[in-house]
C-alpha cells in the first residue's frame, strides 16, 4: 500500500511540474511542504520537542522564500537556479549518512566502533560528526567523506539560497511574481 501511496505522488508531482500553467511558486510549495511538514510533525507530535518543530517550521518558511526569490532572479541563469534543488537533498541524505554512521541503534558490539576500531560510537547532531571514543580518550573520525559532500552542498546551497534572500529583500514583488499563473497572451 505504501508504495502505491509513494508512486501516486510521484506521478502527481512529475505532473504537477510537467504543467505549464501552474505558476512557479505554487509548484515550489506543493513540492516543498509536504516533507518538511512531516517532519514538523514527527518533531512536535511523537519525539515532543516543539520548540525544534517550530525553529525547523520557521526556517523552512525563510528558506521557501529565499528559494521563490532565487527562481525569480531575472539575471541568473537556470542551471543556476536548479543547482539548489540538487544540493539541498545531498546535504541532507549526507548529514543522515553522518549522524548514522556509528549505528547506535544496533546491538551494543555490532557496529562498527565496537566491531572493527574496539571504541564505542557517538555522533553529533550539528556540525554533524560521528566518531569512535576510545577508552585513552582519543577518537577515530567516521564518514569523513559524507562530511566533506555535506558541507560542499550546504555552503553552495546557503550561498544561492542567500541571493535568492537578498533578491526578495530588495524587490518584494519577486516573491509575488512567482505566484502568478502563465498564461499564453503575456
Partial sequence: MIALLVVIACALAVYVLAH?????GVKVVLLTTPPVAGVVWLLGEVFEMAFTAGVVGAVFVVCLVALLGLLGHPRLPTWTKMIVFCTVPVAALSWLLVVTADDTIKD???DPCSMYYGGVGGS???PPQAYCRYEDGSTHDLATGSQFVFWVCSTVSLALLSIGLWQVVRDPGTLVRQFRAVTDGR
Fill in 20 to 24: 505549464p500553467r501552474i505558476a512557479s
Fill in 108 to 110: 551494543p558490539g555490532e
Fill in 124 to 126: 553529533k547532531a550539528f
